[in-house]
């Protein structure tokens, strides 16, 4: 007998030979096994069992797993992945698979093929607080068939699992990320790829486990940063769980204080259902933040004794700015522009907030807390009115997607019992305009109108090739369509009728090329 087996490798390329199956070893399609590689000792997983092959001149050395380690469910979506974001079959599949101690993985099986049932499928969009969207997650939970709840910090899973639990403790979960134990990791593999009704909790890793019965797929935040895989394949895990949920013919729910563009996108294109359960909060524009208190509303006595928050994009790394020729330098004490050594700290800086935090409120500034937006759930307190300085610096930061960013976390502030929101300014802009009435669905429509005309994302997709001559894909996109980031690095925008072209053109090269699609800084 005959073991066609993909083979677990680190280059760009996929490897999959056939290889001779002993007498007397039992072997399962989808098994772990250890082949002979050259003088290599090897990973691969038996794809297919044949009587014959013309090619194979060596034996399998021994199994891994004690059975089936993957789904066909699995493969496909490899698959899937590889063609979408431009990486090999191995690369996907390999890293999907846990690292294992030797004595777990031995143990593992699949026994049960997936089951057939009729299930809910589309696509929706909830817009709300996240205690709202928690709310409307555990209600579309189905604890007789598997769930999976996906998050981008991993922070804050146990908090999850803990609020599910209180509304309905019959739910079996399970929380999945890269740091808990491999002897947790090799039991909950087991119990999906056996069929066991578990609702996983988990970092955008839980896309690729093995189930065989998953109902609901609830992507939260899903533009975070988080949601990035930055070692093949690099893939983005909005669009990846688009491919997973039609795979698995599941209902898949994207969460999200404000619908991102491809989202919200897709709701104006009917591809989704979008439900708005965001309420209103009060934002009132006003002067610069040394000049907080010349605001009437401000000034009253019985605002001094609440609790402040002020927030904004600051950064606990310092930043420096040259004084003779403004260049930023983000670490180092000498201007790499002009050599100067006369460098100030961004304003942006967390130190030079405080600084100035203390300047305006004097003794009271003790009683308030100042914070990144990053670092907002990290707060357990809550406030009675937040204060974001240098709002109308933030929302011109030349980056796509961060005035949405910045609204997004307006919005979060919710979460903290803020109801009321002073935006720092010295002009006012058509996003605080927008922001004071509460009209958030405007900002998103401008954005996609600007975005439209100039041909980006949503309406193309970011390219990023990765080597010192984009040259090889001139037959889809021609020289002067990228730009040069750096010396390895050139981007460019690509449609979505040439992005199928050029994926289907680089299948059928001999030789790879590392490109990356949707790199976070330019999707």
């Known amino acids: 007998m005959i073991a066609k087996c993909l083979l677990r490798q680190t280059t760009t390329k996929t490897y999959i030979f056939d290889y001779k199956i002993?007498?007397?070893?039992?072997?399962?399609?989808?098994?772990?096994?250890?082949?002979?590689?050259?003088?290599?000792?090897?990973?691969?997983?038996?794809?297919?069992?044949?009587?014959?092959?013309?090619?194979?001149?060596?034996?399998?050395?021994?199994?891994?797993?004690?059975?089936?380690?993957?789904?066909?469910?699995?493969?496909?979506i490899a698959q899937k992945i590889a063609f979408e974001f431009f990486s090999d079959i191995s690369s996907a599949i390999f890293s999907f698979l846990p690292r294992l101690n030797k004595k777990d993985l031995s143990k593992i099986s699949s026994q049960n093929s997936p089951k057939i049932r009729h299930r809910k499928t589309g696509v929706l969009i909830f817009s709300g607080e996240l205690s709202l969207r928690l709310n409307f997650y555990i209600e579309k939970l189905n604890s007789s068939s598997q769930n999976l709840l996906i998050f981008p910090d991993a922070n804050l899973l146990q908090h999850i699992k803990e609020r599910i639990l209180k509304i309905?403790?019959?739910?079996?979960?399970?929380?999945?990320?890269?740091?808990?134990?491999?002897?947790?990791?090799?039991?909950?593999?087991?119990?999906?790829?056996?069929?066991?009704?578990?609702?996983?909790?988990?970092?955008?890793?839980?896309?690729?486990?093995?189930?065989?019965?998953?109902?609901?797929?609830?992507?939260?935040?899903?533009?975070?940063?988080?949601?990035?895989?930055?070692?093949?394949?690099?893939?983005?895990?909005?669009?990846?769980?688009?491919?997973?949920?039609?795979?698995?013919?599941c209902q898949l729910i994207y969460g999200d204080s404000l619908p991102s563009l491809e989202t919200y996108a897709w709701a104006r294109k009917k591809?989704?259902?979008?439900?708005?359960?965001q309420g209103k909060i009060s934002i009132v524009l006003t002067a610069q933040f040394h000049n907080i208190f010349?605001?009437?509303?401000?000034?009253?006595?019985?605002?001094?004794?609440?609790?402040i928050l002020v927030c904004g994009f600051f950064s606990n790394k310092p930043r420096y700015i040259c004084k003779q020729c403004s260049a930023d330098n983000p670490k180092t004490l000498q201007c790499s522009n002009c050599q100067s050594t006369q460098l100030?700290?961004?304003?942006?800086?967390?130190?030079?907030?405080?600084?100035?935090?203390?300047?305006i409120f004097g003794e009271s500034h003790n009683k308030i807390t100042i914070s990144s937006f990053k670092d907002l759930r990290k707060l357990n307190a809550n406030f009675d009115i937040a204060i974001v300085p240098f709002f109308d610096i933030f929302s011109s930061f030349p980056y796509l997607n961060f005035k949405l960013r910045l609204i997004k976390h307006l919005l979060d502030l919710k979460e903290l019992g803020i109801r009321k929101i002073y935006l720092c300014q010295r002009d006012q802009t058509n996003l605080s305009?927008?922001?004071?009435?509460?009209?958030?669905?405007?900002?998103?429509?401008?954005?996609?109108?600007?975005?439209?005309?100039?041909?980006?994302?949503?309406?193309?997709?970011?390219?990023?090739?990765?080597?010192?001559?984009?040259?090889?894909?001139?037959?889809?996109?021609?020289?002067?369509?990228?730009?040069?980031?750096?010396?390895?690095?050139?981007?460019?925008?690509?449609?979505?009728?040439?992005?199928?072209?050029?994926q289907s053109f680089v299948q059928r090269l001999k030789y790879k090329i590392s490109l990356r699609l949707d790199p976070p800084e330019f999707s």
Do not use: C
């Not at 998103?444 to 439209?452: A, F, H, K, M, Y």
């Open 344 to 359: 100030r700290t961004s304003v942006f800086h967390l130190d030079n907030v405080k600084k100035l935090t203390s300047e």
């Open 433 to 502: 305009l927008h922001a004071q009435k509460n009209d958030f669905e405007k900002i998103i429509t401008e954005s996609l109108v600007e975005r439209q005309k100039e041909k980006l994302p949503p309406y193309t997709r970011a390219l990023e090739f990765i080597g010192k001559d984009p040259s090889p894909l001139d037959q889809i996109i021609s020289r002067e369509n990228w730009v040069k980031y750096d010396d390895q690095r050139y981007i460019t925008f690509i449609s979505h009728k040439n992005l199928r072209k050029l």
């Open 294 to 307: 010349s605001n009437p509303d401000f000034s009253q006595n019985d605002n001094r004794s609440k609790k």
């Open 168 to 249: 309905n403790p019959l739910v079996k979960i399970e929380i999945w990320h890269s740091q808990i134990s491999k002897k947790k990791k090799a039991k909950i593999w087991q119990d999906l790829i056996s069929g066991e009704s578990i609702t996983i909790i988990s970092t955008r890793h839980g896309l690729f486990l093995p189930f065989t019965d998953l109902e609901l797929i609830a992507l939260d935040d899903p533009n975070s940063f988080g949601y990035y895989e930055d070692q093949m394949p690099r893939y983005n895990a909005l669009i990846a769980a688009k491919i997973v949920a039609k795979e698995y013919s």
């Open 271 to 277: 591809k989704a259902t979008w439900i708005n359960q």
């Open 22 to 76: 002993s007498p007397g070893m039992k072997i399962q399609i989808y098994q772990l096994a250890e082949v002979p590689f050259g003088n290599k000792k090897i990973e691969a997983i038996v794809l297919e069992i044949k009587n014959f092959s013309k090619f194979a001149s060596k034996e399998i050395l021994r199994t891994l797993s004690g059975g089936s380690i993957i789904t066909k469910k699995q493969l496909n």
